[in-house]
């Protein structure tokens, strides 16, 4: 029943939190975003689309997913569309799957927020390998160095599989560089921080969440998120790439398999902290006799498939230009790569 | 929000200041010898370039002096701050 691989992921298998998703309980583990917990627990419909009831479902691992809307209510206060790839799974959670609208809490909001004002050389906006190795030459310099990321740890791409820096695992290379910044006098660093626009001349505002991963319960003395009015010297923006999907006409096809499973983009298999969602997916059923069938492209050629793409394809790669995805078929569910 | 550079103060936050408009529009020699015409075009017709623009800033929350600053219109960088009265410096865009 579970899609839970045996290893690998960035999850602590060893302790199991509790948490319910549309009136129903589940388990997952610290580590787990409720997407990757989700997916383990093999629930592929996390709500439906706005107007017409289709079902929707995890796209990708990060901010950039459109399916996964989730209301989430924790610590006595309740917050509509979240996404799933972005909650941190903690004990004690409650979730329900959106139909593209959520509602706010007619609660008086438990928590309180502030806000700081500050200046700095350098602000990297990133904590990949990019912005990681930005981030250290500048510490390294002298400069005073802020460094920001969204998700929970320092590591970006590198946390997705194994990779290397120098000949060495990737890994150890961000614990050094995360060592050397916490030693650093003038360097601070911002984890579960996300820069939400650049101004004029070196202004950023970034917004940190800083105590729903510790269970969501009010702390005194601590705002539960804090905006951060940044005016930086010098702006380093190292946020890396979101991978779009194929688009296909199967996006609008009212009797289409869509989106459980969609095909979610292969960088979010990577990313979805050690879930394999192998199982066969619920079949939705053809309304009214519909059927999906293979278009000619119009427009000639893949855009996404320029000419000359094929030499820069790995070595093996069959490249089809001129070709562009006309149905999706959701028979067998994606398998993640590990 | 643009970070502006008091010629007493250095550089500070655009909401310290005010806007003054246009700098160097000389008050009229002899105001009785113009026409409504010439007068409505000294008092309301300003230049709208695109690129830097020689503009009145006052530092209204700190030190309540009125400068010059040129300000590239298409970009939002402030190439250079000034007292009243001196030239217009030389800015590279």
């Given at each position: 029943m579970s899609s839970r691989l045996p290893r690998g992921g960035r999850i602590d298998r060893s302790r199991s939190l509790g948490f319910a998703f549309d009136g129903r309980a589940y388990a997952g583990h610290p580590g787990d975003t409720l997407a990757s917990a989700l997916l383990a627990s093999d629930v592929r419909v996390i709500g439906s689309s706005i107007y017409r009831g289709r079902p929707r479902g995890v796209m990708s691992a990060g901010p950039e997913d459109p399916g996964a809307l989730v209301q989430v209510t924790l610590g006595g206060g309740s917050e509509p569309m979240l996404r799933a790839t972005e909650v941190e799974l903690v004990d004690g959670l409650e979730a329900e799957g959106l139909a593209g609208r959520g509602r706010l809490s007619a609660e008086t909001e438990p928590a309180y927020y502030d806000k700081r004002y500050v200046h700095c050389d350098v602000l990297v906006v990133g904590a990949g390998p990019a912005g990681l190795a930005a981030a250290d030459v500048a510490a390294a310099a002298g400069a005073r160095v802020m460094l920001a990321d969204s998700q929970p740890e320092l590591g970006g791409s590198l946390l997705d599989g194994p990779?290397?820096?120098?000949?060495?695992?990737?890994?150890?290379?961000?614990?050094?560089?995360?060592?050397?910044?916490?030693?650093?006098?003038?360097?601070?660093?911002?984890?579960?921080?996300?820069?939400?626009?650049?101004?004029?001349?070196?202004?950023?505002?970034?917004?940190?969440?800083?105590?729903?991963?510790?269970?969501?319960?009010?702390?005194?003395?601590?705002?539960?998120?804090?905006?951060?009015?940044?005016?930086?010297?010098?702006?380093?923006?190292?946020?890396?790439?979101?991978?779009?999907?194929?688009?296909?006409?199967?996006?609008?096809?009212?009797?289409?398999?869509?989106?459980?499973?969609?095909?979610?983009?292969?960088?979010?298999?990577?990313?979805?902290?050690?879930?394999?969602?192998?199982?066969?997916?619920?079949?939705?059923?053809?309304?009214?006799?519909?059927?999906?069938?293979?278009?000619?492209?119009?427009?000639?050629?893949?855009?996404?498939?320029?000419?000359?793409?094929?030499?820069?394809?790995?070595?093996?790669?069959?490249?089809?230009?001129?070709?562009?995805?006309?149905?999706?078929?959701?028979?067998?569910?994606?398998?993640?790569?590990r | 929000v643009l970070q502006i550079s008091c010629p007493w103060c250095g550089e500070r936050d655009e909401t310290e200041f005010h806007y003054g408009g246009q700098a160097h529009v000389p008050y009229p020699a002899d105001p009785d010898a113009l026409d409504d015409a010439e007068w409505a075009q000294y008092l309301f017709v300003r230049d709208n370039p695109k690129g830097p623009f020689s503009e009145r800033w006052c530092h209204s929350a700190g030190c309540r002096r009125w400068f010059n600053v040129v300000r590239d219109t298409a970009t939002h960088r402030v190439l250079a701050s000034y007292e009243i009265g001196a030239p217009v410096p030389e800015v590279g865009t």
């Open positions: 990779a290397e820096v120098d000949g060495h695992p990737a890994l150890d290379w961000v614990a050094g560089v995360a060592g050397r910044l916490a030693a650093a006098p003038e360097a601070s660093v911002l984890t579960r921080t996300t820069a939400l626009g650049v101004y004029d001349a070196g202004y950023v505002v970034l917004a940190e969440r800083r105590t729903d991963h510790l269970g969501g319960v009010p702390l005194p003395g601590v705002a539960r998120q804090r905006l951060w009015h940044v005016r930086a010297r010098r702006v380093v923006l190292c946020p890396g790439a979101h991978e779009r999907a194929p688009v296909s006409p199967a996006t609008t096809a009212p009797a289409s398999c869509w989106p459980p499973p969609r095909v979610p983009t292969s960088s979010a298999g990577r990313s979805l902290r050690g879930v394999a969602p192998s199982s066969s997916p619920p079949r939705q059923r053809l309304r009214g006799g519909a059927e999906l069938r293979p278009r000619r492209n119009r427009r000639g050629r893949d855009r996404r498939c320029p000419p000359g793409a094929g030499e820069l394809a790995p070595p093996g790669t069959e490249v089809l230009a001129g070709h562009a995805v006309t149905a999706t078929h959701a028979r067998r569910a994606w398998r993640a790569s | -």
